[in-house]
Structures are given as C-alpha cells and as structure tokens.
C-alpha cells in the first residue's frame, strides 16, 4: 500500500512567521533565548543523528533498550488499531512499535506528525514500503498546535518518544499533556519517553560531547537565523556551553559570547547586541523522576499503567491511559 497523500497544517509561511516572532521575542528578551526547534534545517537533522549515535549520548540507546524488551507488551496491553507518533522524524525506534503491533494482528493505522514535510514524505514512504498492509498517514504539524487534528476513533496509541517532552517549560508541558488528553478518548493510550535524573557527570557529557558535534549543533540555531532572516551571526563568536541547573533538575544548552558582539537582522529591522560572557539559551531538557512523570499525568487526565526503565536506569518509558 502507498503512503497516502501528507495532510498539510503547517505551511511554509506558517514557519516562516513562527521564526520571525521566535527571533524577535527571544533575541529582546533578557535573558536572551531561542527555542531548539530551530535547529532542525537538514544540516541540523543530520548532526542530531550524529549525536545520538556518540557513546556520550546515552538517551537514545537506553529508550531503544526499553521498546525492544516491551514493545510485545505494549501492543498486548493497548491492542491499538491507530499508532500515532508525534515528532516522527525518521520513525526509526517506531518501527519497534509497528513489528509488535503487527505481530498482534491489531494495527490497522499509522499516523506519524512532524513539522517537516520533506522528512515526513520519505519516512511515510518508506514505512509504506515496509508495512504494505498498513495505512500510512502523515501529518504536517506543530504538536504544540495541531493535536486537533489527529484522526479520531479505534483504540488509539500515541507515542511521544525521545525525551522530547523535556524541552518543553513545566507550564507548556501541562499545557501540553491537557491538549493531548483533550484529543484523545477515554481508553487511548500514550507512551511517553523521558529522560530521568541522574548523576550530572553522566548528563553533562551527553550534551558536551568531546567530538564538539553537540556544540556544532547548538552553533546551527545562528546559521539558520542567518539564512532565513539575514542576520550576520559569526557562529564561532559564540562558546558552546552545556549547564547542569540542579534545582531545577535540568540541562540548558546555551551559547555564550566570547567578546561583545552586535548582531544585525535586516528581515526584523533589528540590532542585537551581545556582552562579553553574556549567555543565549537555546534549549532546556528537563529530566524527570518516575513520581513526577506520574504526577504530572494525573493532573492532566492519563492513569500511569506502567512505568520502565533500561536495566541501567537511565531512561524512562511510561505507558498511559486516559481516563
């Protein structure tokens, strides 16, 4: 079966505006921030790959670890005819998910969302290809916007995998985890990966690698805004720097100015300017503990129904239902 054709919620002009507000609001805040969306262009994609494959990089191989042991009893507990995967990007550790769902004669649907429709395209065509007798359904969106729009009815399975949910701020993860519920049935299902709390000397290195791939990818957020805005962003002004904030109990990747710097971006009409030392935070990762995860469901509807780790604790996946 091929894939069908990609079901559009996010155009072109719709990102291109989102980047100018972002740039905007982040660069004349203080402190000044961009949010880590903008680092997937197709050069920011492929370095990601590259992170999670370094032996500092540690989140995606313990999450892959977990599906491998329980995605067969996943797709025994959900019995789901409809998978969908949020921030699909290339399906890879789904795949998982659709073997074993496949395997237990239950899945009928697949539907991956992703904010690019050029990923989007060669991954539901390659899932198509792999999985001939299911429905492939891509959907072009902001998961943060369009839960909305997730198709309706069957037992439903949604994967949000990777840690993602970890860049959100506590508020937009509530936010986040209420819209969900919102979208989905009494009886669906969320599998939720994320990122546990542990040692920083084995959470800096992941973000700090010593290859300096992290800090090539953190450095792409400038070159985007170049590209798109025009600005004039000399990505090597700015140090790479992975902090570990304890009470708060996460990462922020940020880039800091190694001397006063002053950015122009002609699209915005705007002048930046940059103190010696003074930092840009690019992303936060938040990690989680196990009650919290559970906490934080609750309040927006999900009944945790089961909870698993890699056998070296590292990473979580939680299994959900809506209540």
């Given at each position: 079966m091929t894939a069908e054709p990609l079901e559009i919620h996010l155009e072109e002009r719709d990102l291109a505006r989102s980047l100018r507000d972002d740039v905007r609001t982040g660069l004349t805040a203080q402190p000044k921030w961009l949010p880590p969306k903008w680092f997937y262009d197709a050069r920011g994609s492929e370095l990601f790959e590259e992170i999670t494959r370094l032996p500092e990089y540690y989140p995606t191989r313990a999450e892959r670890a977990v599906l491998v042991e329980r995605a067969d009893l996943i797709a025994e507990l959900t019995g789901a005819k409809t998978l969908i995967e949020l921030g699909s990007g290339s399906s890879e550790k789904t795949r998982l998910l659709l073997d074993a769902l496949s395997r237990r004669g239950t899945l009928g649907t697949f539907v991956p969302l992703d904010v690019s429709v050029s990923a989007l395209r060669q991954s539901t065509a390659d899932i198509a290809a792999e999985y001939p007798q299911l429905r492939v359904r891509g959907i072009v969106g902001d998961f943060t916007r369009h839960l909305g729009r997730l198709p309706a009815g069957g037992r439903r399975l949604v994967a949000f995998l990777g840690g993602t949910i970890g860049n959100l701020l506590p508020d937009e993860r509530a936010a986040f985890l209420a819209a969900m519920r919102a979208a989905l049935e009494a009886g669906d299902w969320l599998l939720l990966g994320t990122d546990?709390?542990?040692?920083?000397?084995?959470?800096v290195p992941a973000y700090d690698d010593a290859a300096g791939v992290t800090a090539e990818f953190n450095r792409n957020v400038l070159r985007v805004v170049n590209r798109e805005l025009g600005a004039d962003f000399v990505p090597a002004d700015f140090a790479h720097v992975a902090h570990w904030d304890a009470g708060r109990e996460w990462i922020e990747m940020r880039l800091r100015a190694r001397r006063p710097v002053r950015v122009r971006v002609p699209e915005l009409d705007l002048t930046v300017d940059f103190a010696a030392g003074e930092d840009l935070r690019t992303e936060v990762s938040a990690?989680?503990?196990?009650?919290?995860?559970?906490?934080?469901?609750?309040?927006?509807?999900?009944?945790?129904?089961?909870?698993?780790?890699?056998?070296?604790?590292?990473?979580?996946?939680?299994?959900?239902?809506a209540e």
């Amino acid at each position: 079966m091929t894939a069908e054709p990609l079901e559009i919620h996010l155009e072109e002009r719709d990102l291109a505006r989102s980047l100018r507000d972002d740039v905007r609001t982040g660069l004349t805040a203080q402190p000044k921030w961009l949010p880590p969306k903008w680092f997937y262009d197709a050069r920011g994609s492929e370095l990601f790959e590259e992170i999670t494959r370094l032996p500092e990089y540690y989140p995606t191989r313990a999450e892959r670890a977990v599906l491998v042991e329980r995605a067969d009893l996943i797709a025994e507990l959900t019995g789901a005819k409809t998978l969908i995967e949020l921030g699909s990007g290339s399906s890879e550790k789904t795949r998982l998910l659709l073997d074993a769902l496949s395997r237990r004669g239950t899945l009928g649907t697949f539907v991956p969302l992703d904010v690019s429709v050029s990923a989007l395209r060669q991954s539901t065509a390659d899932i198509a290809a792999e999985y001939p007798q299911l429905r492939v359904r891509g959907i072009v969106g902001d998961f943060t916007r369009h839960l909305g729009r997730l198709p309706a009815g069957g037992r439903r399975l949604v994967a949000f995998l990777g840690g993602t949910i970890g860049n959100l701020l506590p508020d937009e993860r509530a936010a986040f985890l209420a819209a969900m519920r919102a979208a989905l049935e009494a009886g669906d299902w969320l599998l939720l990966g994320t990122d546990l709390v542990k040692d920083p000397a084995v959470v800096v290195p992941a973000y700090d690698d010593a290859a300096g791939v992290t800090a090539e990818f953190n450095r792409n957020v400038l070159r985007v805004v170049n590209r798109e805005l025009g600005a004039d962003f000399v990505p090597a002004d700015f140090a790479h720097v992975a902090h570990w904030d304890a009470g708060r109990e996460w990462i922020e990747m940020r880039l800091r100015a190694r001397r006063p710097v002053r950015v122009r971006v002609p699209e915005l009409d705007l002048t930046v300017d940059f103190a010696a030392g003074e930092d840009l935070r690019t992303e936060v990762s938040a990690k989680f503990r196990p009650a919290g995860i559970a906490t934080e469901l609750a309040a927006a509807g999900f009944a945790t129904e089961r909870f698993w780790t890699d056998p070296d604790g590292l990473f979580g996946v939680t299994l959900a239902r809506a209540e």
